[in-house]
């Protein structure tokens, strides 16, 4: 899910060269450097190499944006997430310098190693590509990528959370359910601004408190955004590196595996598709994650609900962004009236939005 990249190459480049002759003590040249046009609605991307006295490097930088994104992004939490998973396990780049003098590239940024492989895609979504590599795939070997991402998500879950609780901007005392409820409608009140709200999404928040679990679970870190298209494969299906830790939380193991599961529902039901042969049923996904973690998962109904309230939300922002951008008209309905919002009417059995819905796909 990507708005439009607006950082410049060249001058991109030679800031970062300037900016890595103390980091790498000597004379850094930077080249290769590409911007995509294609960035994600919560950093921007620039990947580049540098050589240095004969060492080279292979490193992205994701940069904060200049303005309101679609979240607000804490690179500090982002960077300490990264170097914690990353020494107890789990697959993820290195993370090496973390900027936050805005005057080196407009915003703060943080900079790791490229990791190479493919990720499945968002636009067109990889159920929907016939020409991509997903859908090129025998059945079980969509069933491995499935797999891996699971095992993934398990071992986020298996880090430490004692030792994440101390990670700046990770709380462990907003762990329990009414403290993410709370967190997320604040979210969602932001994303709608004064003087607008959406029927569907706030029917949602009604629900998630009407049905909410008796009680809570053991608190576990949270990947935030456990998905597919935030995995790199490699040529064999094995998962490389896990992306995208801005949502990292520490929160019962269903806060992400409520989100996993709905995904299934998002890249099927939500795009008009039938899920491809090889891709795990949502029951089966969760009889995985039972056994790769050794957990028992619980309500995972209410949190997969919880993932769908969040999703419609976030597609508010996604809406208002897309029309600042000029991505789409002024008039144009998105924020409202999108595949997520109809999807969690459905969920939910909430009046859907009327008229045309719209999405991001093909509208960058």
Same mark, same amino acid.
């Given at each position: 899910?990507?708005?439009?990249?607006?950082?410049?190459?060249?001058?991109?480049?030679?800031?970062?060269?300037?900016?890595?002759?103390?980091?790498?003590?000597?004379?850094?040249?930077?080249?290769?450097?590409?911007?995509?046009?294609?960035?994600?609605?919560?950093?921007?991307?620039?990947?580049?190499?540098?050589?240095?006295?004969?060492?080279?490097?292979?490193?992205?930088?994701?940069?904060?944006?200049?303005?309101?994104? &679609?979240?607000?992004?804490?690179?500090?939490?982002?960077?300490?997430?990264?170097?914690?998973?990353?020494?107890?396990?789990?697959?993820?780049?290195?993370?090496?310098?973390?900027?936050?003098?805005?005057?080196?590239?407009?915003?703060?940024?943080?900079?790791?190693?490229?990791?190479?492989?493919?990720?499945?895609?968002?636009?067109?979504?990889?159920?929907?590509?016939?020409?991509?590599?997903?859908?090129?795939?025998?059945?079980?070997?969509?069933?491995?990528?499935?797999?891996?991402?699971?095992?993934?998500?398990?071992?986020?879950?298996?880090?430490?959370?004692?030792?994440?609780?101390?990670?700046?901007?990770?709380?462990?005392?907003?762990?329990?359910?009414?403290?993410?409820?709370?967190?997320?409608?604040?979210?969602?009140?932001?994303?709608?601004?004064?003087?607008?709200?959406?029927?569907?999404?706030?029917?949602?928040?009604?629900?998630?408190?009407?049905?909410?679990?008796?009680?809570?679970?053991?608190?576990?870190?949270?990947?935030?955004?456990?998905?597919?298209?935030?995995?790199?494969?490699?040529?064999?299906?094995?998962?490389?590196?896990?992306?995208?830790?801005?949502?990292?939380?520490?929160?019962?193991?269903?806060?992400?595996?409520?989100?996993?599961?709905?995904?299934?529902?998002?890249?099927?039901?939500?795009?008009?598709?039938?899920?491809?042969?090889?891709?795990?049923?949502?029951?089966?996904?969760?009889?995985?994650?039972?056994?790769?973690?050794?957990?028992?998962?619980?309500?995972?109904?209410?949190?997969?609900?919880?993932?769908?309230?969040? &999703?419609?939300?976030?597609?508010?922002?996604?809406?208002?962004?897309?029309?600042?951008?000029?991505?789409?008209?002024?008039?144009?309905?998105?924020?409202?009236?999108?595949?997520?919002?109809?999807? &969690?009417?459905?969920?939910?059995? &909430?009046?859907?939005?009327?008229?045309?819905?719209?999405?991001?796909?093909?509208?960058?």
């Amino acid at each position: 899910m990507a708005l439009i990249n607006q950082l410049e190459e060249t001058s991109t480049g030679e800031a970062l060269a300037r900016w890595l002759d103390d980091k790498l003590d000597g004379q850094v040249e930077v080249t290769d450097v590409v911007v995509p046009k294609e960035s994600g609605m919560s950093m921007s991307t620039v990947l580049f190499k540098a050589s240095v006295a004969g060492t080279d490097y292979d490193l992205v930088a994701r940069v904060a944006p200049a303005g309101s994104g &679609l979240f607000e992004p804490d690179l500090e939490r982002e960077f300490g997430v990264l170097a914690l998973v990353g020494a107890q396990g789990v697959t993820v780049p290195k993370v090496r310098w973390l900027e936050q003098d805005a005057s080196v590239l407009g915003a703060p940024f943080l900079v790791m190693d490229r990791i190479d492989g493919q990720v499945p895609g968002d636009d067109p979504p990889f159920t929907m590509d016939a020409d991509g590599w997903v859908l090129a795939l025998a059945p079980e070997q969509r069933g491995t990528l499935w797999s891996e991402a699971i095992r993934v998500m398990a071992g986020v879950h298996a880090v430490d959370a004692k030792e994440a609780g101390s990670i700046h901007g990770l709380d462990p005392d907003a762990a329990g359910i009414d403290a993410q409820l709370a967190a997320w409608e604040r979210y969602y009140r932001w994303t709608c601004g004064e003087g607008r709200t959406s029927a569907v999404v706030d029917g949602g928040f009604a629900w998630l408190r009407e049905h909410r679990p008796a009680t809570d679970g053991d608190p576990v870190l949270n990947w935030g955004d456990a998905r597919l298209g935030n995995i790199i494969y490699g040529p064999d299906q094995q998962a490389v590196a896990a992306l995208d830790w801005e949502l990292t939380t520490i929160a019962e193991p269903g806060f992400d595996l409520g989100w996993f599961v709905l995904f299934i529902r998002f890249y099927g039901e939500a795009m008009g598709v039938a899920i491809p042969d090889g891709m795990p049923t949502r029951e089966e996904v969760v009889a995985q994650y039972e056994e790769v973690s050794g957990r028992t998962a619980q309500n995972i109904d209410w949190w997969e609900a919880f993932a769908a309230v969040r &999703l419609a939300a976030m597609f508010v922002r996604m809406g208002t962004m897309m029309v600042e951008s000029g991505a789409l008209p002024p008039d144009n309905q998105m924020w409202v009236n999108n595949p997520s919002s109809h999807m &969690l009417s459905a969920l939910l059995d &909430l009046p859907a939005p009327d008229g045309e819905s719209s999405n991001f796909i093909g509208n960058r």
